[in-house]
């Protein structure tokens, strides 16, 4: 009795500890909502955490309509996603599978510089690309933006192999008796099995790459090939205390992700832990 | 590469079918490179490549205006001898220490409170990732307003002027704690799946023994989390090397007396705005190698200590 | 082994055809796009959010005079303009026209990177303010179209809060010794409120709960620091370019500045102002502010934001009189522009009365081509303001504007360091030492 007491006693606290979390985890999200809908006048003349009244969508028609032109960064930044998954996906897979099924002389060293290639921080990378971007003339352009990655990842590469590994030898050959080439293997059989691995990649580069800011920063300039983070970054600069505006700004950046993130919540949730991305 | 298949071992038997096996293997390893080219087309242009130009870079004095000119070491002498990278690595190096532990000691913490079977745990868990699937930089942007002095939601919330961010003693633990709220929601999660493939018989033979919940904990769970604790210091400590879209965000040009002057954001000021092409590439190669060094301890240190044999 | 190499090939291909795609279809115009159909498109890179829509205007009736070419603005905010500037210029891909100021402009004359716009378009020269023609001529040449002068600095007050504390704008001055002579650390003073509404004259004045600033002292070179220095009969800069503020004269005034704030609290905190250079706008169109010292690139601003009444007195009298910093900006021609014919239509057109009349009419700004001026004070007038301290009115005694070829690199050393002595940090005197020290560093 008393020791399921101590334990419901136990379940309370660590309910209210939990509930805590959830609320400083999540209260910087309603707070800039909260913001972003409220009027510039408000804002000056109340205190900051007063709730939006009357609720107006001023801050996005400002944002959407007139010289911000935030439709610009959205669509840029989607094309950017898009060739980028298509490119990194497809070449990942052709990689993955030729180190994980072939065999051909230079296997082992090769794969070892994939991997070695991981330790590569952007950082270190960011001034000879852009040394080298800028001597190519290629400064600013929707190239610059996706090149560097739409070839495909090592990381990718590695995660692929290692699943490929694992597909029953009998599928592949039973596909060769019937005459299929290489690629209509991986076609028809490799990528059909590979569902949930594609899928968790797909996660990822969506992910990772709507919020890359780094070489979009260096990489452009100007408002033509401006990213929705350089967007939000210009524009807080610009607009210092215009605190409305920028929220409204962040949370167009933030939305999308967090709509992708909740109808695949379980499948991201499962991805994070399978592959430890960053 | 050893054949292994039944064609190669039949192969043997005639040198017709040697040379069918040849041929083939020449055809495969075509293929394979075919396959291979475009990927290795990308790595070598894009990550292979940059290091040998950043060395090149190191060497030499560029302000990207005038042409590039010869400068031998220089650029490493001024870099270790001028004091400000040391500083930002010192600096990178106490971020790491504010960040890491607290960050995966409250992941850790709220793991065992996920998983005590407490209905609502799922959806918890799931939005305590949200701020570490947006955007760093938009994050930034969010809490710059938060912690802003005057206009700001925090001080409005305690009644207090506090320059969060404009106080030198504060700066770096407010963008430390911006860091941890980002990423302590991913943390949890590895602890989660870690705990919850903690084999239920060993918990149960505990409990049989008498060990309280407390005994429990240090005794069976932490020991075989160790490998999810390394995977998570291992990549926490990697990344947060490399921290700078929050703090670009957050503080701007190294913040109050440059005390947020993280080693990323330092290469980044060097290069681009001071345009000191050549110091900012030496102090990208010492970084790279520092990391490099560490990636490389944790893995031996990783691999020494993370084998558990559960069968017995 | 060919085919499936070509297969392979195909699917490259493919994955690249998409990327190709892409780019074209979202459109638009950049330094690197350009005639389509026989029209050429000139960009003009810009960092003033008002004249950018006196510069759309202007460009339309370009356009309409000039069919074939069509003009695209670049807005880039100020606080990265010209860290972008010179990474654009050296990357090929900065606009056609740009905006600059004296920072990166003795740099960017000295690399080739303008067009002479002395030479090729002299014929216009006489219509430009002298002043700003003389300030960006470098080597017997002039690089740029004047654009913008600002006209003096002065004081932007709320009539309401000066009114009621009975304070009278136009006759301010101040003194290092803050003796019986200085009337605006008075005044501000008695403009400055906390939250519990006590004035900053008053005893229990708690200057951490400020609801009401004084005045606007802070880390800003054209509206406050430059002008200080200069009304206490001191230099920035020496003849030669290098830095002179630590002597008497320049340690007197920054120590007059930063106590306004650090002291006696009638000024924002350097935690707000020091890295958002509006802070202090924003507060005086809240009504929050008192006296918002700035130049004409604000007052746009503040007619179209402030929901009482204002008015501009003159500039704070120091002891070497009211000392102003009067800069101008310049439209400089991009020299590796492919369109070079478009691009000097388009200078020239800003370098017209008619072409630089929009700046004037709307009254964003004050156009540096001389005939355009009346325009902008005709604006001002039929809006009931007084824009008289911006010129002579308001003083007649000016201090060198920033200048030299380094005076960028410069301005960079020494600015973490003024961070500092703003934020009451780093004492005044070896703060201003140790910045011209870093900063004379800087420019050799």
Known sequence: ?????????????????????????????????????????????????????????????????????????????????????????????LA??????????????????????????????????????????????????VLPQVFGSPYAIFLLREYFRGIPEDLVSAARLDGCNTLQVLWHVVVPVSRPILATLTIITVVSHWNNFLWPLVITSGPKWQTLTLATANLQSQYNGNWTLVMAATTVAIVPLLLLFLVFQRHVVRSITITGFK | MVADTAQSSAARSSTASSDAAARRRRRETGTAYALLAPSLFGITTFLVLPILVVVWLSLNRWDLISPVKFAGLDNFRQVLSDGQFARSLLITAVFVVLVIPLQTGLGLF????????????????????????????????VWRWILSPTDGALNALIGRRIEWLADPALALPSVAAVTIWTQVGYVTLFFVAGLTSIPTHLLEAARIDGANAWQTFWRIKLPLLRPTTFFVLVTGVISSFQVFDSIYALTPQGGPQGVTDVVAGRIYYQAFQSRQIGQAAVMALLLFVLLVVITVVQQRWFSRRTTYDLST | MRSRLAAVAATTLLALGAAACSPSSSGGGDAA???????T???????????????????????KANPDITVKLNLVPFADYFTKLPLDVSSGTVDDIFWTNTTPFGALADSGALIDVGSALGDEKSGWVPAAVEQYTRNGKLWGVPALTDGRIAVFYNKDLVTKAGVDPAKLRWDPSEGASDTLLPAAKKLTKDSAGRTGDQSGFDGSKVTQYGYNAGNDLQAIYWNFVGSNGGQMQAPD????FADTKGQQAFQYITDLINKHHVAPSAADTNDNGDFSRDKFLQGKMALFQSGTYNLKNVADGAKFGWAVAPLPEGPAGRVSVVNSVIAAGNAKTPRKDATLKVLKWLGSTEGASFVGSSGAALPAVTDAQQAYYDFWKKQGVDTSAFGEAGGTKTIQPPFGPKFGDGANAYAPTFKEIFAGRTPVGPGLQKAQDDANEAIK
């Open chain 1, 96 to 145: 993955a599978y030729a180190f994980a099924r072939l065999r051909f002389p230079g296997r082992e060293v090769l794969f070892w510089v994939y991997l070695a290639t991981l330790m590569v921080p952007a950082v270190v990378t960011i001034i000879p690309l852009y040394a080298m971007f800028t001597a190519a003339g290629l400064r600013n352009t929707f190239w610059a933006l």
């Open chain 2, 110 to 141: 709220a793991a065992t409170l996920l998983t005590r079977g407490l209905p609502g745990s799922s959806v918890l868990r799931v939005l305590y990732v949200l701020p570490w699937i947006c955007a760093p930089l938009v994050l930034g942007v």
């Open chain 3, 33 to 39: 796009q350009q005639s389509s159909g026989g029209k």
């Open chain 1, 1 to 93: 009795m008393s020791a399921s007491l101590r334990r419901r006693v136990a379940d309370l606290a660590a309910y209210l500890l939990l509930l805590v979390g959830a609320v400083v985890t999540v209260a910087p999200f309603l707070l800039s909502l909260m913001t972003a809908l409220k009027s510039p006048q408000q804002f000056a003349s109340q205190t900051p955490l007063s709730p939006p009244a009357p609720v107006t969508l001023s801050n996005f028609t400002e944002l959407f309509g007139g010289r911000y032109d935030f439709v610009s960064p959205v669509v840029v930044t989607a094309q950017v996603v898009a060739v980028v998954l298509v490119g990194q996906l497809a070449f990942s897979v």
């Open chain 3, 41 to 63: 498109t000139v960009t003009v890179r810009i960092w003033d959010d008002q004249v950018a829509k006196a510069y759309e205007q202007s460009f339309a009736a370009f356009t």
């Open chain 3, 241 to 244: 370019g290098s830095f002179v």
